[in-house]
Structures are given as C-alpha cells and as structure tokens.
C-alpha cells in the first residue's frame, strides 16, 4: 500500500508541473499579442493572477 500512495503522489506532482507549463504558455499568449493591454486581455480570458 505505500508504494501505491506514494506512485499517486509522484504522478500528481508531474501532472501539476505540467498544468503549469501549459498555464504560464496561455498567459505568455496575451502578453505578446497585447504588450500594452495584457493585463486587461488576462481579465477578459478569466485570469485573476499572472503567475501560476
């Protein structure tokens, strides 16, 4: 049973780094499309922050 929990664990921390990748490469989008605005494009895509 240990084993078990401890492949679960590693499996969600290696999905979590990769959620954040694909997360900061969203962000990345408005920032070079919109260089002055990005800030407000993040809001309108239903962003609260700028860093995951």
């Not at 499996?11 to 260089?35: G, M, S």
């Amino acid at each position: 049973m240990p084993g078990k929990v401890s492949k679960l664990m590693s499996q969600k921390d290696t999905a979590k780094l990769e959620l954040r990748k694909v997360l900061q490469a969203v962000v990345y989008a408005p920032k070079a499309n919109y260089p002055d605005t990005f800030e407000a494009e993040l809001r309108a895509w239903g962003f609260r922050k700028e860093s995951y």
